[in-house]
């Protein structure tokens, strides 16, 4: 087992999916969290029930398309905890949109919570990250920015940025000890997907064109999120580690 004790970290998007998921692995490898979440607080208090008593989790709402907010929560979790060690880069949002019928309003949307809000996150967090001169960030990409996503372009658009800004952090934050580095899942069976996964016979097809089998879990994802955010993982720097069960072969 991984073990992070005495790191804190902070999950956006915490309280269902991925987030979760990563909220849960963190906190049990012994690092203290923050999470965040948009508006389901029905969800966070849920989860803060499923972890260990005695581990140092708290939730924080932020509206990820408000730059005065995300800074005031930023400082407010640095004052409960004292600093951040970690970011994970995990709130988004997906959903339909065919280029000829998408409004620029949802197109907006898509690239200020998905990219925008990782900008601003991450720019909030980084002068106390450098500040300890240490720092891990892990930026939640797809896929769909490698191979593109027909009908979804607004949703590959934000992550190949993702993938881009990644990259660039990467290379500008290495000399304070602050590495950056994405994972890309593929599809992944989380409520985000529900609606999808409702076709039994379109699931059948997605499976069946993924080498290993199956879809995967929100456990499958959070496991190499938090392999990055360790030690073992401290010369891997502006990497895209993709987690589709080989669905798409690229780097």
């Known amino acids: 087992m991984i073990d992070i004790t005495n790191k804190v970290v902070l999950i956006t998007g915490g309280s269902r999916g991925i987030g979760a998921a990563c909220v849960k692995l963190f906190s049990k490898a012994g690092a203290d969290v923050a999470f965040t979440f948009k508006s389901n607080v029905e969800a966070a208090e849920l989860l803060m029930k499923e972890i260990k008593p005695g581990s140092k989790v708290k939730y924080y709402r932020v509206n990820l398309q408000n730059e005065a907010d995300i800074t005031k929560k930023v400082e407010r979790i ?100 602050i590495t950056v580095n994405a994972v890309a899942p593929g599809w992944v069976d989380t409520d985000m997907c529900t609606a999808v996964f409702k076709d039994i016979s379109y699931r059948a097809k997605i499976e069946s064109d993924i080498p290993v089998g199956r879809v995967a879990t929100a456990d499958d994802i959070a496991g190499p999120i938090l392999f990055l955010a360790s030690d073992l993982a401290r010369h891997i720097n502006g990497e895209i580690l993709n987690v589709n069960g080989g669905s798409v072969l690229c780097g």
């Open 78 to 177: 640095v004052n409960d905890f004292g600093r951040i060690d970690i970011l994970v880069n995990n709130a988004g949002i997906w959903n339909d949109g065919q280029l000829d019928k998408m409004t620029y309003e949802h197109w907006r949307e898509t690239l200020q919570i998905n990219l925008d809000g990782t900008f601003l996150i991450s720019k909030a967090v980084v002068p106390f990250m450098k500040k300890k001169t240490f720092g891990r960030i892990i930026n939640v990409s797809s896929t769909a920015a490698q191979r593109g996503e027909s009908k979804h372009s607004h949703y590959a658009a934000s992550k190949g940025a993702i993938n881009s800004f990644t990259k660039s952090l990467a290379v500008e934050l290495a000399d304070d000890n």
